[in-house]
Structure formats: C-alpha cells, structure tokens
C-alpha cells in the first residue's frame, strides 16, 4: 500500500506565505513525476505545478513566479512554497506521484486546504 499524506495548509492573508509538504509512504520502488494539484470551490482541479525525479519543473501560469516546487528523493517528499498568495489561490491543494511498487502508478492525496483572506 502507497499512501501521500499533504501538510502545512492553513489560513493566511493575502500577500502572506505557506509551504505545503507530501509524503509517500509505502513499499515504494522509485517515484518518478510529483505533481501539486488544486481545486477551488465549483472548479475544476487543475495541474499547479510538477517536478521529474531530475529536478525538472514547471509551473502553472498562474502561479509562475510566486509559488516553487522542489523534492527530496530521499525522504519521498515534494514541497509546494507559496509566496504572494492571492484570495484566488483558495483551494485544496492535492498531491499526486507516479510510483513504482509491482507497476507503475499514479496516487493521489487526500488533500490539503489552502484559504487566503483579502
């Protein structure tokens, strides 16, 4: 069993901070991409950014200079540091891994939420 268990969400205001945290736990063999997702109230989820066990990244337009992925292969963790956030940042943030166990699949987490104030 592979569980991904999301961290460090909260309330802040508007122009504050927040690093959101992912575990995978399990009988892991390798993790390949790590991607943050999220959903706003009566939105769809949509991709806000993701990172190749190379380090490579890429980010939503919409969060292209405020937020920063990175991971730690070691620790089968990936961070999401949000800076400036915006009251339209609001949202569960959900994490996903494409993980090795028997074969290769993506999991998801149970989420996270994010609130920011005006």
């Known amino acids: 069993q592979v569980q991904l268990v999301e961290s460090g969400g909260g309330l802040v205001h508007a122009g504050g901070s927040l690093r959101l945290s992912c575990t995978a736990s399990?009988?892991?063999?390798?993790?390949?991409?790590m991607t943050w997702y999220r959903q706003a109230p009566g939105k769809q989820r949509e991709l806000v950014a993701h990172?190749?066990?190379?380090?490579?990244?890429e980010n939503a337009d919409s969060v292209k200079g405020r937020f920063t992925i990175s991971r730690d292969n070691a620790k089968n963790t990936v961070y999401l540091q949000m800076n400036s956030l915006k009251p339209e940042d609001t949202a569960v943030y959900y994490c996903?891994?494409?993980?090795?166990?028997?074969?290769?699949?993506?999991?998801w987490g149970k989420g996270t939420l994010v609130t920011v104030s005006s």
């Open positions: 990172i190749t066990s190379g380090g490579s990244t």
């Open positions: 399990g009988n892991i063999r390798s993790i390949q991409t």
């Open positions: 996903n891994a494409y993980i090795l166990v028997n074969l290769w699949q993506y999991y």
